[in-house]
């Protein structure tokens, strides 16, 4: 069960404060962030009411000076019962997790593009099309502007879903004028439903960088946001295949969403990916898509927002 809360940290580092810095998250989550490292709460808010504070504005151990380690893990388990006896409904939620303890994985690939043109890995591809691993790409409306007949091709199989990156991959879409941002999706939601018929339900903000305010509009468009368990760090040009698969198979749990690079910038991606696949198998782990793992039939809402942008004629890139 996803149970979301508010964590409002302070004094974390500017860049980081982007991505967790005031936004709904599972308790897990929280604690393990998308690079898999720890963090520690400064406060923690439900409903706007403050549940956990930092060791300076709340002392909920002996009232005689901070808390004690000891007080502090007994707070935290105080807080885990409340959110367990009092869920609160899911919303500005950011997906790191696929909400099963069944050995389930989904497989992401990013097809990312602003500046220079990409193209679709062949190794990648071709590994995950002959074997007929479910999988999801998130392309960026650019890239699949340029890829179009190739996208057309891949979404027609049923084990293939293709979901929205943004339109022009801006890394920092929390900097962007509402109205672009809505842009941004719009358009690239709009491209991806003309190339491969269907409509993309799940989107990843580009370089991961968002706010509260970003996160709302994009959900507001009828989209779930959905970033990633654990960097796989596949852009790093010197990783070479063999550490990038122990990196992925010593992480990878039940439920974990994984994220390569299938446009060219996954470097070692195309010759790991055999052993990956390998490696999970083994262990037990089946492939799923996000809409399996995240929409299954008879669960699926109407998204709200649908068509409500209409840019003018000879806008559409
Ligand atoms: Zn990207």
New binding site residues.
């Given amino acids: 069960m996803m149970i979301p809360f508010e964590v409002v940290l302070l004094g974390t580092e500017p860049n980081e404060f982007n991505r967790v810095g005031s936004k709904k998250r599972t308790l897990r989550d929280f604690f393990r962030n998308h690079h898999g490292r720890e963090s520690s709460p400064q406060e923690i808010r439900i409903d706007g009411r403050k549940v956990l504070g930092s060791r300076k504005t709340v002392d909920p151990g002996d009232g005689k000076g901070p808390m004690n380690s000891a007080s502090s893990r007994s707070h935290i388990l105080k807080v885990l019962v409340f959110l367990l006896v009092f869920p609160i409904p899911a919303a500005g939620e950011v997906i790191t997790r696929l909400p099963t303890r069944e050995p389930r994985i989904a497989l992401t690939f990013?097809?990312?593009e602003m500046g220079q043109p990409h193209y679709l890995d062949a190794a990648v591809l071709d590994t995950l099309l002959s074997e007929q691993i479910p999988f999801t790409l998130?392309v960026?409306g650019k890239f699949a502007r340029r890829n179009r007949e190739e996208l057309r091709r891949i979404a027609a199989r049923d084990f293939v879903e293709v979901e929205n990156?943004?339109l022009s991959?801006h890394h920092h879409m929390e900097r962007l004028a509402p109205g672009r941002v809505r842009e941004e999706v719009l358009v690239a939601g709009q491209l991806i439903e003309e190339i491969t018929g269907k409509k993309p339900q799940f989107f990843?903000f580009?370089?991961g960088n968002y706010d509260a305010k970003t996160l709302r509009t994009v959900e507001d468009l009828g989209y779930r946001v959905v970033h990633w368990t654990f960097a796989s760090g596949d852009p790093d040009i010197h990783l070479t295949p063999e550490r990038l698969t122990r990196r992925v198979l010593s992480r990878s749990t039940n439920g974990s969403i994984l994220i390569f690079?299938i446009?060219g910038?996954g470097y070692a991606t195309g010759r790991a990916l055999p052993q990956i696949l390998d490696g999970l198998r083994s262990r037990g782990y089946r492939f799923v898509t996000l809409k399996e793992a995240l929409d299954p039939p008879g669960n699926r809402p109407t998204p709200a927002g649908a068509g409500a942008f209409s840019p003018r004629a000879g806008e559409v890139p």
């Fill in positions: 990013d097809a990312c998130f960026s990156h943004s991959h990843r580009p370089a690079h446009n910038r």
